[in-house]
């Protein structure tokens, strides 16, 4: 999954994360690097995925929007404020 080619970085740690990350790879067997190689993987993986949640979720309502026909006022996109403040203003 690595490259061959890595580039060297220097990383502050807190002590006790540094201390995590030494029990971690001591249980696991594996070095120092392998572990925080990927736990950065799967972060950046996991930060990826949320910021395409929202636009995902839209997408799912708008597919759910027309497969169930729903259907709104023929001037909501002229009048959006008026239909999204009325039941607020009375």
Do not use: C
Request: charged share 30%; glycine share 6%; no cysteine.
């Amino acid at each position: 999954m690595y490259h061959m080619f890595m580039i060297r970085t220097f990383v502050y740690f807190p002590e006790e994360l540094n201390r995590e990350i030494e029990h971690l790879a001591k249980d696991t067997k594996k070095s120092k690097a392998t572990v925080i190689r990927e736990a950065l993987e799967e972060g950046v993986t996991s930060i990826k995925s949320q910021k395409t949640g929202g636009i995902e979720a839209l997408l799912k309502i708008a597919e759910l929007g027309e497969k169930i026909n729903a259907k709104g006022p023929k001037d909501l996109s002229s009048n959006m404020d008026k239909y999204l403040w009325k039941n607020w203003n009375g």
